[in-house]
């Protein structure tokens, strides 16, 4: 079994899976109490007038405590991300990551706007919306029980989220992603072909990140 798992794992896009395996790790931390929620969200004060600047990363990857909307956020997030590194991104990690850095910096902004204190479910719907943008014939079927197309696919997680944790506030941080991804999705897909004539600083990464993810992965 620990074979199967470990091949699984390398199966998994780089950027893809050291995100999946912080995220786990985190909740199993939590979930072992060696770590607190308290200790991971992000505020602003705590994180930059407190000097706890650590905040500012470790709240994008506790997913909750491990529960059913845990694993929920946790494979679609995995799903989408992995499929968009390995379609899109291929061979383009360095332009990955810096897509979920500058969408990581949009929702720190927004997160006082919205009360977040936890970000990472947000992060998590900005690689399923611009999958999906980027997609747009391809058929979906959401548990078995009916079938959309990829465009229509955030917002039927929103609604799934919203049931699943029966809070409004589920919702508003899956809708902050699917903000974030949406101004994403415009400035590499429509801003940089109609307006800009082609790629910029927002869309491709500075060549120093990718010099630093080579050098890691």
Not at 3 to 10: F, H, M, N, P, S
Request: glycine fraction near 6%; charge should be neutral; hydrophobic fraction near 55%.
């Amino acid at each position: 079994m620990p074979v199967g798992i470990e091949a699984w794992i390398t199966q998994i896009p780089p950027i893809t899976r050291g995100w999946l395996v912080l995220s786990v790790l985190t909740s199993l931390a939590v979930q072992c109490q060696l770590v607190t929620p308290l200790q991971l969200y992000f505020s602003p004060k705590s994180a930059f007038i407190n000097a706890q600047p650590w905040r500012a990363f470790t709240n994008f990857f506790y997913f909750g405590s491990i529960s059913l909307d845990f694993v929920f956020h946790l494979f679609f997030f995995m799903r989408y991300s992995r499929m968009l590194e390995e379609s899109s991104f291929a061979n383009r990690k360095a332009d990955y990551f810096w897509l979920l850095l500058l969408s990581s910096i949009m929702l720190l902004s927004l997160s006082p706007l919205f009360n977040l204190p936890f970000l990472s479910s947000s992060l998590a719907f900005v690689p399923i919306y611009l999958w999906s943008r980027r997609h747009p014939d391809t058929p979906i079927s959401l548990f078995g029980l009916f079938t959309i197309t990829a465009p229509y696919l955030p917002i039927a997680l929103v609604a799934f989220s919203w049931v699943l944790s029966g809070t409004w506030r589920a919702a508003a941080g899956d809708l902050a992603g699917c903000l974030v991804g949406h101004i994403g999705w415009f400035l590499r897909d429509v801003w940089a072909r109609e307006m800009n004539g082609g790629t910029s600083v927002l869309s491709d990464s500075p060549v120093v990140l990718l010099v630093l993810l080579f050098l890691v992965f």
